[in-house]
């Protein structure tokens, strides 16, 4: 089941280490980005054996029919809480499923970090894909000693 926020990148990279497996593959790409499902789809269908690797687009209630299925796997990458619905419709069916949930990533400047790079990474960690990756830090743990150089340095 394909992500939104980097539809292709989520989509190919496991489909192509389960092709490599030697395993078929049935691929639902996010609803939430139609044209690029579109085009993962057109990509699937002209370029692989549909005898087994076949693409199923379409909204939620896809994804909830293919989760009440028996498949082998489920890989899933979204919001924790629709993490936790393909767990449990994937529980029924004691099918194990490979989740990657959106988390609340802190980033750490300890006493020793110097203030202008830790601002500098922070940043473009934070403002990637406009925020939109699972592992862009949500808050800052600073040593009380670092907190004015640090926060000057997020504003340079």
Not at 20 to 36: D, Q, R, T, Y
Not at 87 to 107: D, Y
Request: glycine content about 6%.
């Amino acid at each position: 089941m394909g992500t939104w926020n980097f539809p292709f990148l989520l989509t190919f990279n496991p489909l192509t280490n389960i092709i490599a497996a030697g395993n078929c593959v049935l691929v639902k790409p996010s609803e939430i980005a139609p044209h690029c499902s579109a085009v993962i789809a057109k990509i699937i269908l002209e370029s692989l054996d549909q005898r087994y690797y076949r693409v199923l687009e379409g909204k939620s209630k896809v994804a909830i029919s293919l989760n009440k299925q028996k498949f082998d796997m489920f890989i899933f990458t979204g919001s924790t809480q629709k993490g936790k619905l393909v767990a449990e419709a994937a529980a029924k069916n004691l099918v194990p499923c490979l989740l990657e949930l959106g988390g609340k990533s802190p980033a750490i400047v300890d006493i020793d970090a110097d203030s202008t790079f830790a601002a500098k990474k922070l940043l473009v960690g934070k403002l990637a894909n406009f925020g939109q990756v699972c592992m862009a830090p949500d808050y800052v743990l600073c040593h009380e000693s670092k907190v004015e150089s640090f926060m000057t340095a997020l504003r340079t």
